[in-house]
């Protein structure tokens, strides 16, 4: 199972960086790489952080030398990991709740990774090394984007349409403007659809007055 958590976190990388360059096909790829991960880690992370394989789960066998404690801490270091991955997900795809699972998501997983360091510095073993490996590269970017303003990722990915940009920076000077808050949609609709669409698009409106 490790091989197919690294090729779903190297597709969710990817699929972020194409994110952040507003190539086609990124939410797609996003959804689907960052909801098996999710799913992965929620149900079998225990399995996948104890090196067990997925033929071995229902081994009594594979659990040899491992601890129930070690079992416990596993499922809830997937839980994390999961809630976190969530919140990353949702402040991508500009989702509502996004802040409030990366804020759940980041408090839960500041106490497992405090539990984790204080372990990892008592053995040294590599279970909890390789824990905090993954807690210190989903944490840093979640925190990262919790702190972040959904104006400011979208100044990153709509870098190449000035427009839009300076209508964000306007909207930022005066949030309660409506008028402003307005321009910046249509600058974003301008930016993504073609005028075939947008023409349809406001075809639709007229419709549903």
Do not use: C
């Not at 996948?48 to 809830?76: E, H, Q, T």
């Amino acid at each position: 199972m490790k091989i197919t958590e690294k090729i779903l976190a190297g597709i969710l990388v990817l699929s972020i960086v194409l994110k952040l360059f507003s190539i086609p096909g990124n939410s797609i790829l996003l959804v689907l790489s960052s909801s098996v991960l999710m799913m992965l880690y929620f149900y079998v992370g225990f399995a996948i952080f104890n090196d067990i394989s997925f033929k071995g789960i229902f081994k009594k066998k594979s659990y040899n030398g491992i601890s129930a404690l070690r079992i416990v801490g596993a499922i809830f270091s997937g839980i994390g990991l999961s809630i976190v991955l969530a919140g990353i997900l949702f402040r991508l795809q500009h989702w509502p709740g996004g802040n409030f699972q990366l804020l759940t998501g980041i408090v839960f997983s500041a106490i497992i990774l405090i539990i984790l360091i204080v372990k990892y510095i008592k053995g040294k073993e590599l279970f909890y090394k390789r824990l905090l490996t993954r807690f210190v590269f989903v944490g840093v970017f979640g925190l990262f984007l919790f702190l972040t303003t959904d104006y400011s990722i979208d100044k990153i990915k709509m870098r190449n349409y000035p427009e839009y940009v300076k209508a964000i920076k306007e909207l930022e000077k005066d949030p309660e403007n409506e008028t402003l808050r307005q321009k910046v949609e249509d600058e974003y609709n301008k930016a993504i659809f073609t005028e075939e669409e947008l023409k349809y698009m406001k075809y639709q409106e007229d419709l549903n007055k």
